[in-house]
């Protein structure tokens, strides 16, 4: 079954730092760029970060620069998304999506269109 699942998502007061991990099953990221999302209450999902298969591109949205960092470990099938400095408005649930086409290799996007998508985790951010 090909699959990618969320995991490291919780509660964390402000300031404070999680790492999300997103981990592909029955297929391998090697070849795929990556992208976090995110959905919060009341909002369409949004495009945070994405790293291109070869980890040399990076994108983050406007709103996460310079806090959050992605990154891959092709080795483990995993792409991670380091959050620190989190703030209330960091409050959603947390997606991963892959892709693999011709550009995946030198380029990501943070829009929709993504083939794969994971089922998502709660990052809360509250005192």
């Known amino acids: 079954q090909l699959q990618l699942v969320e995991s490291g998502g919780g509660l964390v007061q402000p300031g404070g730092s999680l790492r999300l991990s997103c981990a592909a099953s029955g297929f391998t990221l090697e070849n795929d760029a990556v992208g976090w999302f995110r959905q919060a209450p009341g909002k369409e999902r949004e495009g945070v970060s994405c790293?291109?298969?070869?980890?040399?591109?990076?994108v983050y949205s406007d709103s996460v620069k310079g806090r959050f960092t992605i990154s891959r470990d092709n080795a483990n099938n995993t792409v991670y998304l380091q959050m620190n400095s989190l703030k209330p408005e960091d409050t959603a649930v947390y997606y991963c999506?892959?892709?693999?086409?011709?550009?995946?290799?030198?380029?990501?996007?943070?829009?929709?269109?993504?083939?794969?998508w994971g089922q998502g985790t709660q990052v809360t951010v509250s005192s």
């Open positions: 999506a892959s892709e693999a086409t011709y550009y995946s290799r030198a380029y990501c996007h943070i829009n929709e269109g993504y083939g794969y």
């Open positions: 790293i291109s298969s070869s980890g040399r591109s990076t």
